[in-house]
Structures are given as C-alpha cells and as structure tokens.
C-alpha cells in the first residue's frame, strides 16, 4: 500500500530536549515536505526537499532542521524544542512534476511543554 | 498574508442539504487542489483543476475554477454525514518548490 508513515503519533517533551520526528515514503517519491496545522492559521510548510541531498526552507523554518540522506527517509529535527513549537505536524511526499497528488502521512501531534 | 480565503469557516447543515464553499485570492494560481481532512488523519486529495473555467465533478462533489484562476468553489449536493470534514483549497504556483499555498480550511459538518 502507498504510504507516508510518520512516527510518533503523540509526542510530549520539554522545553529544550532533542527530537525527532522520522517520515518515510514507500512510494519512490522525489520530492517530500514537512507542514505545521494550528488553529485558525491552516497548514504552513516548514521545509521542503527536492530530492537526495536537496533541501530549502519553506514559510516557517525557524527552530527545525532536516536532512534527506536517502529518497525514502526524511526527518524533521528540533534541536531546541519550544512552547510555541506544540503543533500538529505533517509529512508529504509527491512526484516531482508540477500538480502532481500530495500524500501525506497521519501526523504528528506534539506539545513541548 | 493569507494568499487563500476560504468561506465560510465553519458549516453545520442538515442531511441532505447543499452547500458551496469558496476560496478567495488576489493572486493567479497555476492549479488549485481540494483536499478534505477528517479528524486524526492528514489531508486526502480530492481534486486537481488546473484550466480557468474548468468544472470538475466527483460524484456529489463538484469543483469549479475561476475563469482568472484566482478562485475556486466546492459545491456539494444532498450532502451525507460521511461528508464531513475539514475541506482545505491549496494553490499551486511555479517554481522549484512549486509551492501549495494553503487556506485555513472549512470546517463542515453534516447532522443525520
């Protein structure tokens, strides 16, 4: 079955412990993408990566990291977690041309406290 | 700046009803996407439009582009409880990223 598969599905942290959170796509996807869904502001691309090796900031970058080390696999770090970082996060995964389907996984729900 | 408006925010309607639900901007997109979202799950795609003018149905569903490309609406008729959730527009634009820009979704909800 073609998936997006984000780990954890709750998370629950304090302010300044290391996270990961793991997205891995199983259907060969080039490009691949990281949102945060809060209330009343609606989905905001945080990162995004083109392929191996490529990856660009997206609206909001400020306080994660990324890396795309393999076409499959591509985690969203917060090496600081903060209060305002408490979100409901996203990983997405489509081909690379242009209007092409976002898949997304089921999502991340973490609160740094 | 919210690039895409989308009205209304909140829809609590009977079974059976029809409703329409609009997404706004001042900008031209390349295409436009409907994806609805139910609770615990991430956004599904329902539809991609892409010609100015261009209408879509998808069962029940029916999408409409604008003729400038900078709206779209999501007309639903004798909507179902099974219809309910958050149904978001994106707008697609040119470029590496080729960027999906989000509304902030309407929330909709149909009682039996």
């Known amino acids: 079955e073609a998936q997006v598969t984000q780990n954890p599905r709750y998370l629950i942290t304090v302010t300044g412990k290391k996270l990961t959170v793991t997205c891995s796509q199983n259907?060969?996807?080039?490009?691949m993408s990281w949102y945060r869904q809060d209330p009343g502001l609606g989905l905001r691309q945080i990162y995004y990566?083109?392929?191996?090796?490529?990856?660009d900031k997206g609206d909001v970058p400020e306080g994660y990291k990324v890396s795309r080390k393999e076409k499959r696999n591509f985690p969203l770090i917060l090496e600081s977690p903060s209060p305002n970082q408490t979100s409901l996060y996203f990983c997405?995964?489509?081909?690379?041309?242009?209007?092409?389907?976002?898949?997304f996984g089921s999502g991340t729900q973490l609160s740094v406290l | 700046t919210q690039l895409l408006e989308q009205s209304p925010q909140f829809l609590s309607i009977q079974e059976g009803e029809n409703l329409t639900v609009y997404c706004n901007s001042s900008?031209?997109?390349?295409?436009l996407q409907w994806y609805r979202q139910e609770p615990g799950e991430g956004p599904v795609l329902l539809v991609t439009?892409?010609?100015?003018?261009e209408v879509k149905k998808l069962k029940r569903l029916t999408f409409q582009f604008g003729d400038a490309r900078k709206d779209s609406s999501l007309h639903i008729t004798a909507a179902q409880p099974g219809d309910t959730g958050l149904y978001l527009c994106?707008?697609?634009?040119?470029?590496?990223?080729?960027?999906?820009?989000f509304g902030k979704g309407t929330l909709l909800t149909v009682n039996p």
């Open positions: 439009v892409v010609t100015g003018g």
């Open positions: 259907m060969n996807h080039e490009y």
């Open positions: 997405a995964s489509r081909r690379q041309a242009a209007n092409e389907k976002l898949f």
């Open positions: 994106a707008g697609g634009r040119g470029g590496s990223n080729y960027k999906l820009t």
């Open positions: 900008s031209v997109f390349s295409s």
């Open positions: 990566s083109m392929n191996v090796e490529v990856t």
